[in-house]
């Protein structure tokens, strides 16, 4: 290889830069800065109200930033649309459930892994070879998704009728189902008793190592980020007050006296 062969060292997967958002005067989100890489598992912690749904919010399109930058891959993608960013490479779920209640639970899977196996209307029309061929993926994927999640057993069932820890586990399985190079999740195991909380950390890290994915997860059972996530961020006030191991940031007063100090904030 000769020298200006070398190849160009690779770009984070996800890096913001300066990322800020404000609701008329309230700056919910201020100058963030994170790098992820691939197959990162990140943490992000802080009180309630410190910024972190925005975060997801502003790098997955549904809100747009009112400065700063979000890279994925090295490409600028701040204001895109969440369709777009979603085809991109980036999946998240939301705070609170958020599935087709009325749909079968294999559906729920389907309309999402469709989006990576697209079907076009005339060959949907025509029932052309390729199209039989892209919706036989799109299932192929939804089975080993629910699969993996433990809902086999209820592809029948309508979303609606799940019960809750299960309803939550879906939502990863219709983020998945779109083929992601990063999974944001918000708060995955709020509403969940402390051994399904530490199930959920467990697949969330086979989730990573089978697919390879990289992982941001916001939550606020310390158990769960201690012994899940690789690296820990912390927002307090919408900027980010510290970066570490989970044992550095256990360890850092500032982050003592913003946090983890005064959880009672959060008991609602
Ligand atoms: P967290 O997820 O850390 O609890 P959020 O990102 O949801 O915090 O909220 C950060 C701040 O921004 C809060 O003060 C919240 O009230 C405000 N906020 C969030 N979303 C909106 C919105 N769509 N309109 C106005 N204010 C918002
Ligand atoms: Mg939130």
Redesign the pocket.
């Given at each position: 290889m000769t020298r200006d062969q070398r190849p160009i060292p690779p770009a984070p997967l996800l890096e913001t830069r300066g990322l800020s958002k404000a609701?008329r005067g309230?700056v919910?989100?201020n100058g963030h800065a994170i790098t992820v890489w691939e197959r990162d598992i990140v943490g992000v912690i802080?009180?309630?109200?410190?910024?972190?749904?925005?975060?997801f919010n502003v790098v997955t399109g549904f809100?747009k930033p009112t400065a700063g930058k979000v890279l994925l891959r090295g490409v600028p993608i701040s204001g895109r649309p969440p369709a777009q960013v979603s085809r991109l490479g980036i999946a998240r779920t939301f705070?609170g459930t958020r599935l087709f209640g009325q749909l079968s639970v294999l559906d729920n899977v389907l309309v999402a892994a469709q989006l990576r196996h697209p079907t076009s209307l005339p060959g949907a029309v025509l029932n052309t070879a390729g199209s039989r061929a892209a919706r036989r993926a799109a299932a192929d994927t939804a089975h080993e998704l629910l699969a993996l999640m433990g809902l086999e057993q209820r592809a029948g069932q309508r979303a609606a009728s799940l019960p809750y820890g299960d309803g939550r586990r879906l939502e990863i399985a219709r983020a998945l189902a779109t083929r992601p190079a990063l999974l944001m999740l918000d708060e995955p195991a709020a509403g969940l008793n402390s051994g399904e909380t530490r199930a959920l950390a467990t697949l969330i890290g086979e989730v990573r190592d089978r697919y390879g994915v990289a992982v941001i997860v916001?939550e606020h059972d310390m158990d769960l980020v201690m012994t899940l996530c690789e690296r820990v961020q912390v927002?307090a006030q919408?900027a980010v007050i510290g970066e570490g191991t989970p044992a550095e940031i256990q360890a850092s007063p500032r982050v003592r006296n913003a946090y983890l100090g005064s959880e009672s904030d959060d008991a609602a």
């Amino acid at each position: 290889m000769t020298r200006d062969q070398r190849p160009i060292p690779p770009a984070p997967l996800l890096e913001t830069r300066g990322l800020s958002k404000a609701f008329r005067g309230l700056v919910a989100l201020n100058g963030h800065a994170i790098t992820v890489w691939e197959r990162d598992i990140v943490g992000v912690i802080g009180p309630n109200g410190s910024g972190k749904s925005t975060l997801f919010n502003v790098v997955t399109g549904f809100l747009k930033p009112t400065a700063g930058k979000v890279l994925l891959r090295g490409v600028p993608i701040s204001g895109r649309p969440p369709a777009q960013v979603s085809r991109l490479g980036i999946a998240r779920t939301f705070q609170g459930t958020r599935l087709f209640g009325q749909l079968s639970v294999l559906d729920n899977v389907l309309v999402a892994a469709q989006l990576r196996h697209p079907t076009s209307l005339p060959g949907a029309v025509l029932n052309t070879a390729g199209s039989r061929a892209a919706r036989r993926a799109a299932a192929d994927t939804a089975h080993e998704l629910l699969a993996l999640m433990g809902l086999e057993q209820r592809a029948g069932q309508r979303a609606a009728s799940l019960p809750y820890g299960d309803g939550r586990r879906l939502e990863i399985a219709r983020a998945l189902a779109t083929r992601p190079a990063l999974l944001m999740l918000d708060e995955p195991a709020a509403g969940l008793n402390s051994g399904e909380t530490r199930a959920l950390a467990t697949l969330i890290g086979e989730v990573r190592d089978r697919y390879g994915v990289a992982v941001i997860v916001i939550e606020h059972d310390m158990d769960l980020v201690m012994t899940l996530c690789e690296r820990v961020q912390v927002l307090a006030q919408g900027a980010v007050i510290g970066e570490g191991t989970p044992a550095e940031i256990q360890a850092s007063p500032r982050v003592r006296n913003a946090y983890l100090g005064s959880e009672s904030d959060d008991a609602a």
